[in-house]
């Protein structure tokens, strides 16, 4: 076993939450904000909705190889040095994409943008693993996770309001001006956490011990086909409700912003839960019942005659919701097994999970028939999937 220094003697209370939480959120406001400003930036751009929406894909996969650098990064350098390094790439793609004139070069900054967001956004868990264990791992990445999901449930509402007073390059400032603001909290608040590890591993062999832990990559695929059925309803959320089902504008960051309120309850149950039961048992619960809400899902909408928006708004709102029991509980029981890796395993986590967002997104565009059933099928798929990999990685409960 690698030889280590002693864990640093702060403690995760004494970091303020909210800053990591505001590392994790970068990549959902960069996510959520420009929805709603996607047809405005087709128009402004000379170009389709389709590559617009195409921006959100590479994001993801960009945000996906960022995690993927960041997590090694984080591990040999250090907390700060990762973060700092993120932060100015997620500032320059920003200001890139304030002055850009065509569709490619938003595509560029866009990647630039999600690598920054991608090397800060790993350091958020590890920080939580440098500090803590189990179970208090699990209930830190809670109280995280309730603060950073403020960010998808304002950024709807915040792109409208941008819209309202500025063009749509706006919204990219605003994310410009944020990440500067981070990046002073860290510099002032937050200390150097890492664990060091005195043997030094190589950026592969940081990635070979996780990638042959099959407990741990059981969790990994748990989180991964959440995310990927999550990002087939963000992906198709405009068109779902602003076009099969006629919302308005006005109303659609409403409609979205609801299932930003069940993941903020959920979670709050989560925390309770966690003072009685295993978070591992906790996951469990949560994905049978978001396989139990995208098979409902998928149903409704395959046999209802004239499917209702509010009874579908319930179903996608109760999917997505249980998210808040899937994440927090995957995230603490994969980077529990890497003491001096936490960083490589949260990059992993993530990469995984934005990944298999990206995938998730582009299926239900490939499905894309103008109606709700492709973003139902690719949903329920993932939900699935998801349960039945998770228990052929992890085997036989008893042996743990």
């Known amino acids: 076993m690698p030889a280590t220094k002693p864990m640093p003697t702060t403690k995760p209370s004494t970091v303020p939450i909210f800053i990591l939480a505001a590392l994790s959120a970068m990549a959902p406001l960069a996510i959520d904000a420009y929805l709603p400003a996607m047809p405005e930036m087709a128009e402004g751009l000379s170009t389709s909705i389709h590559n617009i929406e195409l921006s959100l894909s590479l994001f993801l996969a960009g945000f996906a190889l960022g995690q993927i650098i960041g997590g090694p990064l984080s591990d040999h350098f250090g907390r700060r040095f990762g973060i700092f390094s993120g932060i100015t790439l997620f500032a320059i793609g920003s200001c890139g994409i304030t002055l850009c004139a065509d569709i490619e070069t938003l595509w560029g900054f866009r990647i630039t943008q999600a690598l920054g967001a991608g090397l800060m956004g790993v350091n958020g868990p590890a920080v939580i693993r440098d500090l803590s264990e189990g179970q208090n791992s699990a209930r830190y990445l809670s109280h995280m996770a309730v603060i950073m999901m403020i960010a998808p449930l304002v950024a709807p509402m915040l792109g409208m309001m941008i819209l309202q007073i500025a063009p749509w390059q706006g919204i990219f400032l605003f994310l410009l001006i944020f990440s500067l603001l981070v990046a002073l909290a860290v510099f002032i608040r937050l200390p150097e956490t890492r664990v060091h590890d005195e043997n030094r591993p190589s950026i592969w062999q940081r990635y070979r011990q996780i990638l042959i832990h099959r407990r741990a990559l059981s969790f990994v695929a748990a989180q991964s086909f959440s995310y990927a059925g999550m990002f087939a309803f963000i992906t198709a959320s405009p068109l779902v409700y602003m076009t099969y089902f006629d919302v ?41 019942l978001q396989i139990s809400s995208g098979c409902a899902l998928l149903a409704y909408l395959l046999f209802a005659s004239t499917p209702q928006l509010a009874f579908t708004v319930v179903l996608i709102v109760c999917f997505v919701g249980c998210q808040s029991f899937i994440v927090a509980n995957a995230t603490a029981n994969t980077i529990q097994f890497f003491p001096t890796n936490s960083g490589t395993a949260a990059a992993l986590l993530g990469a995984s999970s934005f990944l298999a967002g990206a995938i998730g997104a582009g299926l239900v565009g490939i499905l894309g028939d103008g109606s709700a059933l492709p973003m139902a099928i690719v949903m329920c798929g993932c939900a699935l999937l998801g349960g039945i990999t998770r228990l052929v990685l992890y085997g036989n409960p008893q042996t743990h």
């Open 248 to 288: 308005s504008q006005q109303l659609y960051p409403f409609l979205f912003s609801a299932n930003v309120i069940a993941m903020i309850i959920i979670n709050r149950i989560n925390v309770l839960l966690l003072k009685t039961f295993a978070s591992r048992k906790i996951l469990i619960f949560g994905q049978l």
